[in-house]
């Protein structure tokens, strides 16, 4: 080897080998013979994946892929010396990523020509020299073959090579020495179905190494212009990967949101693209010095990303399937099924209507995926799903997945006809789903029963009797309950289990999703103010006002959402709908999932009239037959419930209406540090579920002026919801340290359009309250209190600033209003 030591490439290797020395989880390497000169052994580095979000980075280089050898000693007194033989492109990131590959990050930190190149689907080949005369062919982390596979990646790419050698008249030695001279790694993408499928296919004349990238062999992040790029990829036979220039980051965000849109670009769908650029001067929050090669990437949702969903999903479907057949594993008794597959991927209609198909060309013939496994057949399978719904007669099915309609399957996997349907609400209390469920009643003529005329120790078993009672004489059966829980849902959907046709699952949905917690909670707390005592059970009480609004809280905070495996089709409602208009909503929803005639607008009319003059029952329900007399002890004994003495709340807040999710994910992820925390917190379900900012406690009634702030926010708190008033909170940044993030809130005004009525219209702030105002966002474990927020805030605002950090929220705004907090 007669290229002369490189000092800062040495000292880099001697680097990995002290860190993975002393912490081999965070850099580990494999040594190899290499294939074209077996007494010169190779070591691959390998990084923890993760890591490459830190900054300051816990690694001496970001390359993914870096490949070097030992370079003999004249005196074995003498360090050991090393040479990078072969180098992969420093790790980069999609758009919003990190901290440094967000657009505004971007546009501070980098310069043009931004070079946009194709993202290849396929698996990565460094090609470099080994010796003058001698290649090297690897995959990002390994040379040669692999245990336990066939051929492995890096002797496909090797085949490939040879091919174009042979094509060009050349031979690996002048490949070699060109590369050699030049200490260039040659970087491609190896696309070939035949040998491995990823997700989109090629054609024949794309399959085999595109060429994407020259890197120097060096410790430092150089590349080669895409010019000269193109220019070795004619030269040598490989493919050329297509790009282009723009001159502006606007101009690379304008047109990858047009490509976007279709996902698709020149008329084939495409992963998305690869921009090579530089840092500018200023590197910012970037880990890379001024004027250092920089790349990042832009992902597309669609199709890419759908169809890597349908290859996750039948892999899953597949194993399911195996341990069903086989009786062994954790899937061996429920076998396939929507309902065991991720959520998250379930939520496009064209996944639905996949998810249905695939199993039943599992069912049918298992022996179409047997090599699934091993990545082969995942572009013929989806396109055999895609020729299927592109026919009239079978297009039904998407049709069916858009709408939320799908139908349940029958024992031979076809799609089977409905008997029955039973109508789910998916509320919390005050959503008015009682009054929706008299409104249909009344309209179609479906059969109404409620969960809360039923008054026995165990109620659910009997209201379930009560759905199946019905059924038998009803077509439609509204099963009027909250169903808040998946217990719930699975709970009807077993009691008709089995029934030959089937009976259909139709859920009125009052998602949470469209609102904040503050928000649903203030319209259906509200609501069960306005309808008083015309309810079985939830009624406010002269003793104790506000103990409805713990009980709306209990279900906001205890709500599953509905996934759509759970029933056959999805009425989507609205919280906080006037009645008109909800009834007007569920008729449309039952008209088209049903298939029923729409009614005219007079008995719609007349329908939100019953549902206007509805009154519950006063007697015990005819159901309860034979059980009254356990009933009334019990009604009894619920008597001197009310004579309670009411208890005061433990403290007066503000509950602002937002999310907490959307207000930060932006921000926080321009800070690590706050990233890692937020991501922590997140994961741990330590976020606050009902925002809110503290006013005065009970605790602290005994301080200066808290007294009279209490009874200030206790008189607001005995507004009527419609008169209350409203105050405008002012968000300024966000807080953290390890073990506490908060919201500050930088001021609290009365909103100006609130009508206030009568009540005190003199501002509840005072200075000293201004210095603690905010929110707590989460607290890093379970025995750290709450509390500590208030304490960091104080610090922050008094600048105290060792151990904490901010970000700044640009002022965002938040409505509130002022309520006594019992927990």
């Excluded at 062999?217 to 150089?222: G, I, K, L, V, Y």
């Excluded at 597309?300 to 399937?321: G, N, S, V």
């Excluded at 906001?556 to 056959?568: C, F, K, S, Y």
């Excluded at 002890?633 to 009310?642: F, G, N, R």
Aim: aromatic share 8%; proline share 6%.
């Amino acid at each position: 080897m007669d290229r002369p030591v490189v000092p800062e490439d040495s000292a880099l290797v001697a680097k990995l080998h002290e860190i993975s020395t002393a912490k081999p989880k965070l850099i580990k390497s494999s040594v190899y013979s290499a294939p074209a000169a077996e007494d010169i052994k190779v070591r691959s580095w390998k990084m923890d994946e993760f890591k490459y979000y830190d900054v300051p980075s816990p690694f001496p280089t970001l390359a993914r892929g870096i490949f070097t050898v030992d370079l003999p000693k004249a005196d074995p007194a003498a360090s050991q010396e090393y040479r990078i033989v072969a180098r992969g492109y420093d790790k980069f990131f999609n758009i919003g990523e990190v901290p440094w590959t967000t657009w505004e990050a971007l546009e501070s930190h980098t310069a043009a020509p931004y070079t946009l190149s194709l993202k290849s689907n396929g698996c990565i080949i460094f090609i470099a020299a080994l010796t003058r005369t001698k290649l090297l062919v690897t995959s990002k982390h390994s040379i040669g073959p692999t245990a336990g596979e066939g051929i492995s990646h890096a002797q496909a790419g090797e085949t490939w090579l040879r091919k174009y050698l042979v094509q060009k008249g050349r031979t690996e030695e002048q490949l070699a020495e060109r590369l050699w001279d030049n200490n260039w790694t040659a970087i491609a993408e190896l696309c070939d179905d035949s040998f491995e499928e990823h997700v989109l296919g090629y054609a024949p004349e794309k399959t085999g190494l595109h060429l994407h990238g020259l890197n120097e062999s060096t410790n430092a992040f150089r590349t080669l212009p895409q010019k000269q790029v193109d220019e070795f990829a004619i030269e040598w036979g490989f493919i050329r990967t297509e790009s282009l220039v723009l001159s502006s980051l606007a101009e690379v965000r304008s047109f990858t949101d047009a490509v976007g849109e279709t996902g698709a670009w020149n008329g084939e769908p495409v992963e998305g693209f690869v921009v090579r650029t530089h840092v500018a001067s200023t590197p910012g929050k970037a880990p890379y010095a001024p004027g250092a090669t920089f790349f990042f990437k832009i992902k597309f949702d669609e199709p890419y990303m759908m169809y890597r969903d349908w290859r996750e999903i039948t892999k899953t479907l597949l194993r399911l399937h195996e341990q069903s057949r086989t009786g062994k594993g954790k899937g061996s008794e429920k076998g396939m099924s929507e309902s065991s597959l991720p959520k998250g991927k379930m939520r496009r209609a064209e996944t639905r209507a996949y998810v249905r198909w695939a199993i039943g060309e599992i069912e049918r013939d298992p022996s179409q995926f047997d090599d699934y496994g091993k990545n082969k057949g995942i572009i013929a399978t989806r396109e055999r799903f895609l020729a299927y719904i592109s026919t009239p007669e079978d297009a039904e099915l998407l049709a069916a997945a858009k709408a939320g309609s799908m139908p349940p399957r029958s024992s031979d996997g076809t799609p089977a006809p409905f008997g029955k349907t039973i109508i789910v609400p998916v509320a919390i209390p005050g959503c008015g789903k009682t009054a929706v469920s008299v409104a249909l009643a009344h309209i179609f003529g479906f059969g109404h029963t409620q969960s809360d005329d039923v008054r026995a120790k165990k109620p659910a078993p009997i209201f379930i009797k009560n759905v199946t009672t019905l059924l038998k004489t009803q077509d439609v059966v509204i099963a009027d309950k909250n169903n808040h829980l998946q217990q719930h849902r699975g709970a009807l959907r077993a009691a008709v289990a089995g029934r030959n046709p089937p009976v259909r699952l139709l859920a009125l949905d009052w998602s949470l999703e469209g609102t904040t917690p503050a928000e649903a909670h203030r319209v259906c707390a509200n609501r069960i103010i306005t309808r008083g005592t015309n309810h079985q059970s939830l009624r406010p009480s002269d003793t104790d006002q506000r103990a409805h609004e713990q009980v709306v809280w209990m279900f906001i905070n205890q709500t599953q959402p509905l996934a759509p495996a759970e029933v056959d089709g999805v009425i989507e409602m609205v919280i906080g709908e006037a009645l008109e208009d909800s009834v007007s909503r569920a008729v449309a929803g039952v008209v088209r999932e049903l298939g029923l005639p729409a009614p005219a607008a007079e008995k719609i009319a007349e329908g939100v009239a019953a549902a206007k003059h509805y009154a519950v029952a006063t007697g015990a329900p005819a159901e309860a037959k034979g059980k009254e007399k356990g009933k009334e002890k019990q009604t009894a004994k619920a008597e001197p419930e009310q004579k309670k003495k009411s208890k005061p709340p433990r403290y007066y807040a503000l509950l602002p209406e937002i999310e907490l999710g959307k207000l930060l994910a932006g921000p926080v992820a321009q800070d690590p540090d706050a990233a890692a925390l937020y991501a922590h917190l997140v994961k741990e379900k330590r976020i606050s579920d009902r925002p809110h900012v503290t006013l005065v406690h009970s605790k602290a009634l005994h301080e200066p002026g808290a007294q009279e702030l209490w009874d200030r926010c206790a008189a607001l708190d005995r507004i009527d919801e419609k008169m209350a008033p409203v105050f405008l909170c002012t968000l300024g940044s966000v807080v953290w340290n390890k073990r506490v993030m908060a919201v500050t809130v930088d001021d609290v005004q009365l909103d100006g359009e609130t009508p206030v009525g009568g009540a005190p219209e003199e501002d509840v702030m005072n200075d000293g309250l201004r210095k603690r105002l905010h929110i707590t966002v989460g607290t890093g474990n379970a025995s750290i209190a709450a509390v500590e927020a208030k304490g960091l805030v104080e610090d922050w605002r008094a600048g105290k600033t060792s151990g904490l950090k901010s970000l700044q929220l640009n002022s965002s705004t938040a409505r509130a209003r002022v309520q006594g907090l019992f927990s």
